[in-house]
């Protein structure tokens, strides 16, 4: 299945049959990635007039409750209403779902910090250095050494973070969104700043409708950094943040 897109002057192929998932999947019970310590994904059915709706259990149908929280469980996608009083669900912000992505992989640099911590940060010139001087849609940021993801709990770890300067940046050069394995763009601990945040939306200096932020992503080891399609896949959850599916599909040679 070959398409030909042709956007901002510029014409490309992509085999559609050939997609790269991003996301994490949501499961019931332990085994998955999760953050902030938040309780694993339940998953029951529900019991109502002396009955318990699972084929298991005689009922016609499974009917199941679901509990998870958008930012903790999974690869998800998130709006300005992150940070802002108002909710602003980014499951209506989409216009489209298709952009044009680059995928980088950076080490993070160890820096001392004001509290004295050692921290690593994936910084402005790292950042810089990796995309070079280009205008792009989206930026997909694989740290090193990968991780795997899949049944990892962030929770009181630490993780690498990046240098709020660098997300001033991003937004300066246009990206509009914005993906990364790791459970948030700023430091687990920060006393509630939030300062890469701020600076990618520009918060409060504007309610930024436009951008989003994924985190909790997981970019199979042997896809290559490079230029992709990517295609963002949002339930329409009128939430802050939503379980998303951000899928690649590679550009195919001339």
Known sequence: MIAEITHDGRTFRVDLSEPIDLSLPLHDGEGQVRAWWVEPVRMEPVRANGKVYAVQEGAPVNFRNVFFNPHGHGTHTESVGH????????GDQLKRYFFTAQLVSVMPEEQRTADAKADLIITLEQLRNAVGDRSLEALIVRTLPQHDNSARDWSGSDP????????????????????????????????????????????????DRERTITELIQVPADVRDGD???????????????????????????
Request: one cysteine or more; glycine letters at 4%.
């Open 228 to 254: 992709y399609l990517l295609e963002l896949q949002l339930p329409h959850l009128m939430n802050d943040a939503t379980p998303s599916r951000p899928v690649l599909y590679a550009l195919l040679p001339d």
């Open 160 to 207: 690498c973070y990046l240098q709020s300067s660098a997300c001033a940046w991003l937004r300066g050069i246009g990206v509009k969104h914005l993906l990364l394995d790791l459970p948030s763009v700023d430091r687990e601990e920060d006393g509630g700043v939030l300062a890469a945040h701020h600076a990618f939306w520009d918060f409060p200096n504007t309610v």
């Open 83 to 90: 940070i802002a009083p108002e909710v602003y669900p980014v």
